[in-house]
């Protein structure tokens, strides 16, 4: 499981970056941001998925705590995008797509790595 794990956790760190890429292209001057984060915490969910591969258990532990982390901010900066667009604002309905696009994809994440057990022998 922890092989399959590992996996499902790298595929996550991708879409992080592509994530925050996609971010930073779509208004380069002010979603700089987007693109630190992205990079930084997806790397981070690389790193993890890779740890978890070679069997590394206290590798799901902080990838629980860094996803759960995640999927708080980004229920949080999605309420405030859609917020921000039904405000007049249609500029952030790409934000408020993306963000919510990541938010889906934490949720998910958090939940197998919540469901997984790790062998511990």
Excluded: H
């Amino acid at each position: 499981m922890t092989s399959q794990l590992g996996k499902l956790m790298m595929q996550y760190g991708i879409f992080l970056i592509a994530a925050g890429v996609v971010g930073f292209l779509s208004n380069p001057e002010k979603a700089k941001t987007a693109l630190m984060s992205g990079g930084l915490f997806g790397t981070l969910a690389l790193v993890l998925g890779v740890m978890m591969k070679r069997g590394a258990a206290w590798s799901v532990v902080v990838a629980k705590v860094l996803v759960s982390l995640l999927s708080c901010v980004f229920v949080w900066r999605a309420w405030a995008s859609w917020s921000a667009y039904a405000g007049g604002q249609s500029a952030k309905l790409t934000a408020a797509i993306l963000i919510s696009t990541m938010c889906v994809a934490s949720l998910a994440m958090l939940g197998v790595l919540l469901r997984a057990r790790i062998d511990s022998r």
